[in-house]
């Protein structure tokens, strides 16, 4: 009778440590899991503002604001000076293949607008409209790709 109790004791035991571990287990998990989703939702943030400062450069420029001798230079080097070729190598290391292609037409858009406004084309000309739509718009699928990451 006495080896009964305690084979049942000790069942006991390894049924609470099993579910102890489980729990720890799940728990780690979904903590790991918010983790990634927090250090993917800042790469994410820093790569759009880069662009979004990218942007605001060559729309400035475009527009007249920047009239001073250097805003040619700027516009020239306004993909480095924004960091938007370092934070999408950043981008790379922790964002899921279908953001990074986004990320890549996203900077080829951005290269585009770069180029129109570069060779001194004024505001409001087809080419600067055209290309600052076509980087609007690819940012604005970037952003959806990267939503249905963070879910």
Same mark, same amino acid.
């Given at each position: 009778m006495e080896w009964i109790s305690l084979a049942s004791t000790a069942l006991g035991a390894l049924v609470g440590?099993?579910?102890?571990?489980?729990? =720890?287990?799940e728990r780690w998990r979904r903590e790991s899991d918010q983790r990634?989703?927090? =250090?993917?939702? @800042?790469?994410? %943030?820093?790569?759009?503002?880069?662009? @979004?400062?990218?942007?605001?450069?060559?729309?400035?420029?475009?527009?007249?604001? =920047?009239?001073?001798?250097?805003?040619? %230079?700027?516009?020239?080097?306004?993909?480095?000076?924004?960091? *938007?070729?370092?934070?999408?190598?950043?981008?790379?290391?922790?964002?899921?293949p279908a953001v990074m292609e986004q990320a890549n037409v996203l900077v080829d858009r951005l290269r585009d607008y770069h180029h129109a406004v570069g060779q001194g084309l004024a505001d409001h000309t087809q080419a600067v409209d055209q290309a600052r739509l076509?980087?609007?718009?690819?940012? =604005?699928?970037?952003?959806? *790709?990267?939503?249905?990451?963070? %879910?």
């Open positions: 440590l099993a579910a102890t571990f489980v729990l =720890d287990r990634r989703r927090g =250090d993917r939702r @800042a790469v994410y %943030t820093s790569f759009l503002a880069a662009t @979004a400062e990218a942007s605001e450069t060559l729309i400035n420029i475009a527009r007249g604001h =920047d009239t001073d001798a250097s805003a040619s %230079t700027r516009a020239g080097t306004v993909l480095r000076d924004s960091r *938007v070729l370092s934070r999408r190598l950043e981008l790379s290391l922790i964002a899921e076509a980087f609007n718009e690819q940012r =604005d699928q970037l952003i959806e *790709v990267m939503r249905k990451t963070l %879910t």
